[in-house]
């Protein structure tokens, strides 16, 4: 399995960016794939995530403002981000899970990572 993410940028305060990750080696109907990001100093945490009987998760943080779904083309997986603050800086990774035992919105549940974009917001 390979995942690799794209569409990281640096917007002001109030921007979009749209976050996409295309997956191989993988069915994606059949995964349990999310978002996750992790900002300087601090642990990676879940941003949203689709569990394999594509429930959804959110994070409270970005609840109404981030919008987690399968992208256009075949096995990607998009994450629209509108209203970005700053504290939405971080590196955003893709992960990928056959069952995400522990839930969707745990690290830990997932074995396959990509390398993660970089999203950085000014105020």
């Known amino acids: 399995v390979q995942l690799l993410e794209s569409g990281g940028g640096s917007v002001q305060s109030g921007g979009s960016l749209r976050l996409t990750c295309r997956a191989s080696?993988?069915?994606?109907?059949?995964?349990?794939m999310g978002w996750f990001r992790q900002a300087p100093g601090r642990e990676r945490e879940a941003v949203a995530s689709?569990?394999?009987?594509?429930?959804?998760y959110y994070a409270d943080s970005v609840k109404g403002r981030f919008t987690i779904s399968q992208g256009n083309a075949k096995n990607t997986l998009d994450l629209q981000m509108n209203t970005l603050k700053p504290e939405d800086t971080a590196i955003y990774y893709c992960?990928?899970?056959?069952?995400?035992?522990?839930?969707?919105?745990?690290?830990?549940?997932?074995?396959?990572w990509g390398q993660g974009t970089q999203v950085t917001v000014s105020s």
């Open positions: 689709v569990e394999s009987d594509r429930a959804l």
């Open positions: 992960a990928a899970d056959p069952s995400c035992v522990g839930g969707g919105y745990v690290p830990l549940a997932y074995g396959y």
């Open positions: 080696g993988l069915t994606y109907e059949s995964y349990c």
